[in-house]
């Protein structure tokens, strides 16, 4: 989904790093350099990073827009 704001284990607020972990890693640097870069040195936020899936971009195409709720509800209206 989308990068938790915090380390589940230690609390350490490490969200704000997630883009640039991202793009570093994307252009083909090594992710433990990129991490040692960023200051993230404990094995539980470098997990956080590592196991991370990013899926929001596939979940989003799922969202119902408006206009779809209005003719699923004019349906079940029209039902009744």
Known sequence: MIIPV???TCGKVIGHLWEEF???VENGEDPGKVLDDLGIKK???RRMF???IEMIDEIILYE???IHKRK???KEEYRK
């Open 6 to 8: 915090r380390c589940f």
């Open 22 to 24: 991202k793009k570093r």
């Open 43 to 45: 094995e539980c936020c």
């Open 50 to 52: 590592i196991s991370h």
């Open 64 to 66: 119902l827009t408006p």
């Open 72 to 74: 699923i509800l004019q």
